[in-house]
């Protein structure tokens, strides 16, 4: 199974953006479908974003109109670019890619 690598977490403070990536540990490789998940301290690991190659896309409620998920590199990798970021984002972030494994996570910590 395919395991993603995420990178691009870091500390941002409130209305700030990040661009997590996700990257597969193959080549060649080709996204049909990903999600991006997050898991805050405490919390049950949420679904933030979905992409599939047939062009649908959703966003859970709470992102919506902020986050955008997208595809680099002819399909290669994946994207969640964060926009306006709140405290509430705060959250490790995986992604998965085909129905794969999942990758180690990267942290996003939004603070002043």
């Known amino acids: 199974q395919v395991q993603p690598v995420e990178s691009g977490g870091g500390l941002v403070q409130p209305g700030g953006s990040l661009r997590l990536s996700c990257v597969p540990n193959?080549?060649?490789?080709?996204?049909?479908?990903m999600g991006w998940y997050r898991q805050a301290p405490g919390k049950q690991r949420e679904l933030v974003a979905t992409?599939?190659?047939?062009?649908?896309?959703t966003y859970a409620s709470s992102v919506k109109g902020r986050f955008t998920i997208g595809t680099d590199n002819a399909q290669y990798s994946g994207y969640l670019q964060m926009n306006s970021l709140q405290a509430e984002d705060t959250a490790v972030y995986y992604c998965?890619?085909?129905?794969?494994?999942w990758g180690q996570g990267t942290q996003v910590t939004v603070s002043s």
């Open positions: 992409y599939s190659s047939d062009g649908r896309i």
């Open positions: 193959r080549r060649p490789f080709s996204i049909s479908t």
């Open positions: 998965l890619l085909n129905f794969g494994s």
